[in-house]
T-cell receptor, first 113, second 114 residues
Framework: SAVISQKPSRDICQRGTSLTIQCQVD?????MFWYRQQPGQSLTLIAT?????????ESGFVIDKFPISRPNLTFSTLTVSNMSPEDSSIYLC??????????FGQGTRLTVV | GNSVTQMEGPVTLSEEAFLTINCTYT??????LFWYVQYPGEGLQLLLKATKADDKGSNKGFEATYRKETTSFHLEKGSVQVSDSAVYFC?????????????FGSGTRLLVRP
């Protein structure tokens, strides 16, 4: 299994500002994934973060809005830029374990006011 | 592309009732199938998985069988408890589209009353 720590667990932010979410994994992994869960909705993949290369973004998500860093094999950050109330969501970091199953962090609950 | 369809909730049951949450999928190739559970205020936890046709995943009294002929992965439990109240997500990965990208269903909220 993998243990994933996310920070912050929750935040309330003013519109127009940016928030950086950190994700720390207790083992080295090639790929880290960032998901968004809008209120009452399912999870949608934002991007895949590979160490040493640019993140790969899913349709509807762009680097200017959600820049991602991946400085090493155990850590990644997701920034939500120029926030609006529509960005209020839970953001989750995920990795795959050796047993072919995905593990998730506890999530960052973001409220934009 | 790949997709997952879940029965809409909320599902409200009395304690010890039988639970079924339907899940069907569309995928090219041979995806792996998962059920995740999200308890109130918490992140996602893997409940069970199946990686090939006819596999049965099971955990904590929950079961689901990978049925390729009906492209289904329905979640069942014989006797639910109040502590099972949560949101359940069916998901798939793999197939031709992408090995590691998880595609989630819309989620089904289960409320179990004493």
């Amino acid at each position: 299994s993998a243990v994933i720590s996310q920070k912050p667990s929750r935040d309330i932010c003013q519109r127009g500002t940016s928030l950086t979410i950190q994700c720390q994994v207790d083992s080295q992994v090639t790929m880290m994934f960032w998901y968004r869960q809008q209120p009452g909705q399912s999870l949608t993949l934002i991007a895949t973060a590979n160490q040493g290369s640019e993140a790969t973004y899913e349709s509807g998500f762009v680097i200017d809005k959600f820049p991602i860093s991946r400085p090493n094999l155990t850590f990644s950050t997701l920034t939500v830029s120029n926030m609006s109330p529509e960005d209020s969501s839970i953001y989750l970091c995920s990795v795959w374990g050796a047993g072919a199953e995905a593990f998730f962090g506890q999530g960052t609950r973001l409220t934009v006011v | 592309g790949n997709s997952v369809t879940q029965m809409e909730g909320p599902v409200t049951l009395s304690e010890e009732a039988f639970l079924t949450i339907n899940c069907t999928y569309t995928a090219t190739g041979y995806p792996s199938l998962f059920w995740y559970v999200q308890y109130p205020g918490e992140g996602l936890q893997l409940l069970l998985k199946a990686t090939k046709a006819d596999d049965k995943g099971s955990n904590k009294g929950f079961e689901a069988t990978y049925r390729k002929e009906t492209t289904s992965f329905h979640l069942e439990k014989g006797s639910v408890q109040v502590s099972d109240s949560a949101v359940y997500f069916c998901a798939l990965s793999g197939g031709v589209d992408s090995s590691y990208k998880l595609i989630f269903g819309s989620g089904t909220r289960l409320l179990v009353r004493p």
